[in-house]
């Protein structure tokens, strides 16, 4: 699929959200123009039906576009979060993103969030494979690093800071979703080894740390998906630095 037929579905899943799935309305929402050609292929193609006036994406249709949306916002999050972006720049950003993002990199971005339900501006991020599998977590034992137990072992699930500067730090630290990590102590500061590192954290930043401790009942604390990342480490290899 070319990537203006993408752009179609994109905005008519968009325009559907608010109950106004015309023509009309898909073409304002649509960033790229189209024809009533395009329309007319897009429907021989099975991806979308037309009703008086309105649009409708079929199934196959709404499975492109909601991949599209999924990605587009992730995106954004992302953006928002780690470079603090204005709206118009992480847009901009994001409608190329959401071409090329592969759903394992779209999961690995949404995890490391904390599986966000809404993007920046307030608009719902259609859930992943990571979400439905993180939902089912939840009623096991997902807590903050906070919480452990000193001698405790526990796999990190997402990182949830409340500062975005937080975030680029931990992952610099190579402290994301599926390390392993154990706490050494948690007074007066809490001290972890991982990956034959030892790291010292401060509280506010070991509640940003959400993990599923580790013991051989708890089945919640295999990764948090069934894809596999290649984890940024550490670009300078401190040795017990604090943050």
Not at 85 to 96: G, H, L
Request: charged share 25%.
């Amino acid at each position: 699929m070319n990537q203006k037929d993408e752009e179609i579905l994109e905005a008519l899943w968009v325009v559907s959200e608010s109950g106004d799935p015309t023509t009309e309305a898909v073409k304002s929402r649509c960033p790229t123009e189209f024809s009533e050609d395009d329309l007319s292929r897009l429907e021989d193609e099975g991806r979308l039906v037309r009703n008086g006036g309105k649009l409708f994406l079929t199934q196959e249709g709404k499975h492109k576009a909601r991949t599209l949306v999924r990605c587009h916002r992730l995106a954004e999050a992302l953006l928002y979060a780690v470079f603090d972006m204005d709206m118009e720049k992480r847009d901009a950003i994001a409608c190329q993103v959401e071409h090329t993002l592969v759903p394992e990199l779209a999961d690995g971005i949404c995890t490391l969030l904390g599986h966000p339900a809404e993007c920046p501006d307030g608009k719902p991020i259609p859930p992943g494979v990571c979400c439905v599998t993180y939902q089912q977590m939840v009623g096991c034992q997902v807590i903050p690093l906070s919480e452990l137990k000193s001698g405790d072992s526990a796999r990190i699930l997402f990182v949830k800071p409340k500062h975005r500067d937080r975030l680029c730090q931990l992952t610099a630290f190579g402290l994301t979703p599926g390390v392993v990590l154990k706490l050494l102590q948690h007074s007066p500061a809490y001290c972890i080894r991982y990956e034959g590192t030892e790291l010292t954290l401060d509280h506010l930043v070991a509640q940003d740390l959400f993990v599923c401790p580790i013991d051989a009942n708890n089945h919640a604390a295999l990764p948090p998906n069934p894809h596999r990342y290649r984890r940024r480490h550490g670009l300078f290899g401190w040795w017990k630095q604090k943050i």
